[in-house]
T-cell receptor
Framework: DTEVTQTPKHLVMGMTNKKSLKCEQHMGHRAMYWYKQKAKKPPELMFVYSYEKLSINESVPSRFSPECPNSSLLNLHLHALQPEDSALYLC???????????????FGAGSRLTVL | AQKVTQAQTEISVVEKEDVTLDCVYETRDTTYYLFWYKQPPSGELVFLIRRNSFDEQNEISGRYSWNFQKSTSSFNFTITASQVVDSAVYFCALPDTGRRALTFGSGTRLQVQP
């Protein structure tokens, strides 16, 4: 069983909808990540939270709004998305929070988003 | 900038064959880490190995082995006696240290036929 849980597994939304993706981990990890993965492409980093504070935003459009309410939870709020935002959204966490490049990421199974 | 190249887009083998997945990387860092992740059809990326650039010893874990050659900037992954459960997309990755992000290669899709 994956130790990073993402809900929902599948989400279909219209361009005017507001929805949220949720991610939860109970490994005591202090860094959490959102990645976006288009079909047949590698994951691309969107956001990084370290100790519940946003530390990296990869110039993601404001229609994606991350939130880290506590050390175990990470949300991604979605509003006014475009069809090209359809993708697999992966959450990950890591024990290490530093910039050594040694961080081992534990990924969830992802939320597959379709924007109509 | 970091770059990871996985030239093999897709490989198909028959069960019990050995298969090697290639990974070539570029970095200006003098010390760095390299990773392999597996992404089965279920979607989650599964961590396989992390290798420090100081350690050039090959590593073996069951049917999996990794050949790290700093001189050629390669970190290849071999599966011995492949099984159907090995079917997945395999990503080689190199951290962008300044941003703490993983730069993934484009991935190699491995299909193991029974």
């Amino acid at each position: 069983d994956t130790e990073v849980t993402q809900t929902p597994k599948h989400l279909v939304m219209g361009m005017t909808n507001k929805k949220s993706l949720k991610c939860e981990q109970h490994m005591g990890h202090r860094a959490m990540y959102w990645y976006k993965q288009k079909a047949k492409k590698p994951p691309e980093l969107m956001f990084v939270y370290s100790y519940e504070k946003l530390s990296i935003n990869e110039s993601v459009p404001s229609r994606f709004s991350p939130e880290c309410p506590n050390s175990s939870l990470l949300n991604l709020h979605l509003h006014a998305l475009q069809p090209e935002d359809s993708a697999l959204y992966l959450c990950a966490s890591s024990q290490e929070t530093g910039f050594s490049g040694a961080n081992v990421l534990t990924f969830g199974a992802g939320s597959r988003l379709t924007v109509l | 900038a970091q770059k990871v190249t996985q030239a093999q887009t897709e490989i198909s083998v028959v069960e019990k064959e050995d298969v090697t997945l290639d990974c070539v990387y570029e970095t200006r860092d003098t010390t760095y880490y390299l990773f392999w992740y597996k992404q089965p059809p279920s979607g989650e990326l599964v961590f396989l190995i992390r290798r420090n650039s100081f350690d050039e010893q090959n590593e073996i874990s069951g049917r999996y082995s990794w050949n790290f050659q700093k001189s050629t900037s390669s970190f290849n992954f071999t599966i011995t006696a492949s099984q159907v459960v090995d079917s997945a997309v395999y990503f080689c990755a190199l951290p962008d240290t300044g941003r703490r992000a993983l730069t993934f290669g484009s991935g190699t899709r491995l299909q193991v036929q029974p």
